[in-house]
Antibody, heavy 118, light 112 residues
Framework: EVQLVESGGGLIQPGGSLRLSCAAS????????MDWVRQAPGKGLEWVSY????????YYADSVKGRFTISRDNAKNSLFLQVNSLRAEDTAVYFC???????????WGRGTLVTVSS | QSVLTQPPSVSAAPGQKVTISCSGS????????VSWYQQLPGTAPKLLIF???KRPLGIPDRFSGSKSGTSATLDITGLQTGDEADYYC?????????????FGSGTKVTVL
């Protein structure tokens, strides 16, 4: 069974950093493109970042470019999102998602909440 | 980054049909596939439609999608109370160098 479990969120002060993790099971992470998507409280979905299956292509939303970095550890079958220079507007639930057919997000984790506040 | 436009809300009685539209620019849709997601309250999104009109295993045929030009549509027939949720369309920006995925603004479906 495919499962994605995020962790690493929490309450962090503006300007701080966190490393979000997404542990995958039931499939080999390096065989799929993976993404991070976030959702601010009461708001819609916002795509954040993409990593190709080969790991050599990465994309970021303009709102996080230069502050967030996507990576993965094939041995741990885990995806990561390093989030730096956090701002209040980064407060959101962060989901990791697997890309399946047609570049659609076919599996999602339950998300991890990041709250940026002083 | 553009956002695909969806109606904020639609509603209908049980058993009826609702249609959710998703409008974008040519750079959004172009030749890109559209996908649709259902998000029940307090849960993660779930894939309903991929490649414009295909359903993953386990998604009932009450849900159907289509795409034409710079718009896409999700139809839900035989509406059930369990269909009350937020629905989002999404697509990759066809300007590939940007590598951006864009979601629609979301539509809340209410079963009267």
């Amino acid at each position: 069974e495919v499962q994605l479990v995020e962790s690493g969120g929490g309450l962090i002060q503006p300007g701080g950093s966190l490393r979000l993790s997404c542990a995958a099971s039931g499939f080999t992470l390096s065989s799929y493109a993976m993404d991070w998507v976030r959702q601010a409280p009461g708001k819609g979905l916002e795509w954040v970042s993409y990593m190709s299956s080969g790991g050599n292509t990465k994309y970021y939303a303009d709102s996080v470019k230069g502050r967030f970095t996507i990576s993965r550890d094939n041995a741990k079958n885990s995806l990561f999102l390093q989030v730096n220079s956090l701002r209040a507007e980064d407060t959101a639930v962060y989901f990791c998602a697997r890309e399946g057919n047609g570049y659609a997000f076919d599996y999602w984790g339950r998300g991890t909440l990041v709250t940026v506040s002083s | 980054q553009s956002v695909l436009t969806q109606p904020p809300s639609v509603s209908a009685a049980p058993g009826q049909k609702v249609t959710i539209s998703c409008s974008g620019s040519s750079s959004d849709f172009g030749n890109s596939y559209v996908s649709w997601y259902q998000q029940l309250p307090g849960t993660a999104p779930k894939l309903l439609i991929f490649e414009n009109n295909k359903r993953p295993l386990g998604i009932p045929d009450r849900f159907s999608g289509s795409k034409s030009g710079t718009s896409a549509t999700l139809d839900i027939t035989g509406l059930q109370t369990g269909d009350e949720a937020d629905y989002y369309c999404g697509t990759w920006d066809s300007n590939l160098s940007s590598g951006l995925f864009v979601f629609g603004s979301g539509t809340k479906v209410t079963v009267l």
